[in-house]
C-alpha cells in the first residue's frame, strides 16, 4: 500500500563509483579531448570519469537548476567557451532536461552523458547507465550523510 509519496532513492558512494565506471567502459572507444562537468551535479562523475578514461583537461559549466529539494529557475552562472566538440559534457542525473537542452545549446558538439536517467529526458543523453522512474527522487551522497541506525528490536 502506497502512502501517497513519490518514491525516495538514496544512493551510495559505491553505487556512484561503481556505475560512473560503468559509464567510462561505455565512453573508452573514442579519444576525448577532455570534460566539461555540469556543477554541481556532473563534479564527482566528472572527476571519475577524467581518471578512468586518463584525462587532464577539466572544465565547468555552472548552471543552477535546483533548491535543495525541488526544481527551481534556471541560471546560467559560467560558460565555457567553444561549441564542445571533442569533449564530454557530464552530468549526474537528466530529470525533466532543462539543464541538459540549456547546455547542449552552449555546447552543441559536446558528447552530452549522464550517470543516471529518467524517462521524461533521456533521449536527450548520449550514453547514461541506470534509469529511474520519473517520480523518484534521488538523494545523492553528497547531499547525505550516514548516520545511526536504530535495531528494528531493543
Not at 544512493?11 to 556543477?39: C, F, N, Q, V
Not at 535543495?68 to 529557475?73: N, P
Not at 539543464?99 to 524517462?119: H, Q, S
Request: charged content about 25%.
Amino acid at each position: 500500500m502506497s502512502d501517497g509519496k513519490p518514491p525516495v532513492y538514496y544512493l551510495s558512494w559505491d553505487e556512484l563509483h561503481r556505475d560512473t565506471r560503468e559509464l567510462a567502459r561505455k565512453l573508452t572507444t573514442k579519444r576525448w579531448k577532455g570534460i566539461i562537468s555540469i556543477a554541481r551535479g556532473g563534479l564527482v562523475p566528472g572527476a571519475i570519469l577524467a581518471r578512468e578514461l586518463n584525462l587532464r583537461v577539466v572544465d565547468t559549466l555552472c548552471i543552477a537548476s535546483y533548491d535543495h529539494d525541488q526544481q527551481g529557475k534556471m541560471s546560467i552562472l559560467k560558460t565555457v567557451e567553444g561549441d564542445g566538440d571533442g569533449y564530454l559534457l557530464v552530468d549526474d542525473l537528466v530529470d525533466t532536461g532543462g539543464t541538459a537542452k540549456i547546455a547542449k545549446e552552449l555546447l552543441p558538439k559536446a558528447c552530452f552523458v549522464t550517470i543516471y536517467a529518467k524517462p521524461q529526458a533521456k533521449a536527450l543523453t548520449e550514453h547514461f547507465v541506470r534509469e529511474f522512474s520519473q517520480d523518484t527522487w534521488i538523494h545523492f551522497p553528497w547531499d547525505i550523510e550516514p548516520t545511526y541506525s536504530q535495531p528494528l528490536v531493543s
